[in-house]
């Protein structure tokens, strides 16, 4: 099953500005550390930026009543 970035407080156009800046931020750190690009160190760089901006990541039946759901 497929998981899917989830907030109870943002909105689509936060959560776009949100995912490109963790994206930049998971390039440059994959990139500064000589791995650019190297799933193992970009991933979970993405993973903890968007948490730190108030999303999870859960499966289509687990997300909770009343959050917005992003591709």
Known sequence: S???????????????????????????FSTSMGKAGKKEIVEPRMRDCMKLRGYERAEEGSIPKGAVRFE
Request: glycine share 0%; proline share 0%.
């Open 2 to 28: 497929k998981a899917y970035w989830y907030s109870t407080t943002k909105d689509a156009q936060a959560f776009a500005k949100d995912r490109f800046e963790c994206e930049a931020d998971a390039a440059n």
